[in-house]
């Protein structure tokens, strides 16, 4: 647990190394660097990685999970439905879905400084230092592996090329899912995206209706509205505005699109361009998959 120890040195408020990490905070959201958070010397990218094989190889007890050993990471802009689709598809391959972002946000919720500072960037739109996003999910599958986990399908992670290098040197990704979307369905998608606080369901109030022309089939995808239950307790994610959502893509073109380019070289990649909503994607995604045999256990 060696770099979890010094990570909680880098991270703790307590620490003179505290103002490491404060200043890489300011200087990634002052910079106007297109190339987003530059790597601070003083966190070792190294033993943060060394961490995520550690959690990443093979549990020694024997595995009371009856998932199967899957590794796949989806890819895809803000707003496109990684988090939908990964979602399905590990309930119907019985693997854990592990969405980096919901890690973040669980972080963020706690009181702290850090907390604080990482919201900052969040808010904002930019990346989390790489350091940071690997330590967390070690720290996520090291609990997986604990509880006999033996595969996971891998939302919003890696996003940048240190961290696709960083994981294809710990673990053999066997596919890579890039989903993609018309873009001017994204934003409206995310600014469209509401939460059930209590539930955690996610819903979209958007009604997207985007013309055909030029070879190109109409786009529909109707809201995905809450049930009764979860319609007074619906709240918006802070990061959804169209100011920080234009980032967010801003930051997915330069420092993630590198990333798809990263396994398409490696013969990982599959594209995937979402025909409409769930009723018209889902069977397409499972076609594209060879999992149509699985279907029946499916969600529809
Ligand atoms: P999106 O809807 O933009 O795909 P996510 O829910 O996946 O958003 O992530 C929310 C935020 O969490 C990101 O904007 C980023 O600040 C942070 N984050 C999530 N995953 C990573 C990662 N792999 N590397 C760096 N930052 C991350």
């Known amino acids: 647990m060696a770099v979890v ?13 505290k ?6 905070l300011i200087r990634s959201l002052s910079s106007s660097s297109p190339h987003g958070p530059s790597l601070d010397p003083e966190i070792d990218l190294k033993e943060a990685a060394a961490e995520l094989e550690k959690s990443s190889s093979p549990s020694s007890s024997p595995s009371p999970s009856k998932g199967r050993n899957f590794h796949w990471v989806f890819l895809g802009c803000p707003g496109v439905g ?45 990346l989390v230092p790489d350091e940071f996003i690997i330590s967390l999910l070690s720290k996520r599958l090291e609990a997986g592996k604990e509880k006999g986990e033996s595969g996971y399908i891998l939302d919003g992670f890696p996003r ?13 990704v066997d596919l890579v899912i890039n989903l993609k979307l018309k873009e001017e369905a994204l934003l409206a998608k995310c600014l469209g995206r509401r939460i059930c606080s209590e539930c955690g369901a996610n819903y979209n109030v958007a009604c997207i209706d985007i013309k055909g022309g030029d070879g190109d089939d109409r786009m529909y995808m109707p809201p995905l509205l809450p049930p ?3 319609e007074s307790k619906l709240i918006t994610r802070a990061d959804d505005t169209e100011e ?57």
């Open 5 to 17: 120890h010094r990570l909680f040195r880098l991270f703790s408020p307590f620490t003179p190394a």
């Open 19 to 24: 103002n490491n990490l404060s200043s890489f």
């Open 82 to 126: 990684k988090g939908t689709y990964a979602s399905r598809l590990s309930t119907l391959l019985g693997v854990p879905h592990i969405a980096t972002g919901d890690l973040v946000r669980e972080e963020l919720s706690s009181s702290g400084l850090l907390s604080s500072q990482l919201k900052e960037l969040v808010n904002h739109g930019k």
């Open 160 to 172: 940048t090329v240190t961290q696709a290098e960083i994981l294809e040197g710990v673990i053999n």
């Open 228 to 230: 009764p239950k979860c």
């Open 244 to 300: 920080v959502v234009k980032e967010r893509l801003r930051v997915y073109n330069k420092m993630t699109q590198p990333v798809e380019e990263f396994y398409r070289k490696r013969g990982k990649l599959l594209e995937f361009e979402l025909p409409g909503g769930i009723p018209q994607s889902w069977p397409k995604l499972l076609r594209a998959l060879h999992l149509e045999d699985d279907k029946q256990s499916a969600i529809a």
